[in-house]
């Protein structure tokens, strides 16, 4: 992988450019794992939940991951 130079702000941000975003289609929101190895600092994606329930339940709870999660939060508040 080429190496991406980015500066760290003073509040410990740093912005992910956006070729490797969409390279990884990381978008507003997404979940990351962060771990160390020695002196490397490693980002993992982590798929929300909902997304990976998306394909299997398109027909019965809806057809996008904000419906899905629509609806498991109307389920979670009857309960």
């Not at 130079?5 to 003073?10: A, E, G, M």
């Amino acid at each position: 992988m080429k190496s991406i130079n980015v500066t760290v702000s003073n509040r410990g941000y740093i912005v992910l450019p956006a070729s490797l975003r969409k390279e990884m289609n990381i978008k507003a929101g997404t979940k990351i794992l962060l771990s160390r190895e020695k002196n490397k600092i490693i980002l993992h994606p982590v798929p929300s939940f909902t997304q990976k329930l998306t394909g299997l339940t398109v027909q019965s709870f809806g057809s996008s991951p904000d419906e899905i999660k629509a609806y498991i939060d109307e389920e979670r508040k009857e309960r």
